[in-house]
Nanobody
Framework: QVQLVESGGGSVQAGGSLRLSCAAS?????MGWFRQAPGKEREGVAA????????LYADSVKGRFTISQDNAKNTVHLQMNNLKPEDTAMYYC????????????????WGEGTQVTVSS
């Protein structure tokens, strides 16, 4: 498994922006961002394959979130704009050695998470 460390979470008001980062100990073909709000299941937010050959987004974040990858630094970012209170959750970075989309079971390495709180 690869080691993943997330950063960049925090508290913002609705309409604000945050940029999450995930530093990986090794490169992986697929990297994803997931989130879990209290009392809800973890859901896929965005995924990137081979540095941007394919990017995927949940419908709820399309047009607001952008995933990107810096292969030289083994880092993946999630730029989150126009944040809404419903985006409040713990955000997790995940990695897979093969192609992976937005399903939890497709990833074999997970970070500890970073909290994002959006107030109205």
């Amino acid at each position: 498994q690869v080691q993943l460390v997330e950063s960049g979470g925090g508290s913002v008001q609705a309409g604000g922006s945050l940029r999450l980062s995930c530093a990986a100990s090794e490169n992986r073909d697929s990297m994803g961002w997931f989130r879990q709000a209290p009392g809800k299941e973890r859901e896929g937010v965005a995924a990137i394959y081979r540095g941007g050959f394919i990017t995927l987004y949940a419908d709820s974040v399309k047009g607001r979130f952008t995933i990107s990858q810096d292969n030289a630094k083994n880092t993946v970012h999630l730029q989150m704009n126009n944040l809404k209170p419903e985006d409040t959750a713990m955000y997790y970075c995940a990695a897979s050695m093969r192609y992976a989309a937005l399903g939890n079971i497709e990833y074999d390495s997970w970070g500890e998470g970073t909290q994002v709180t959006v107030s109205s």
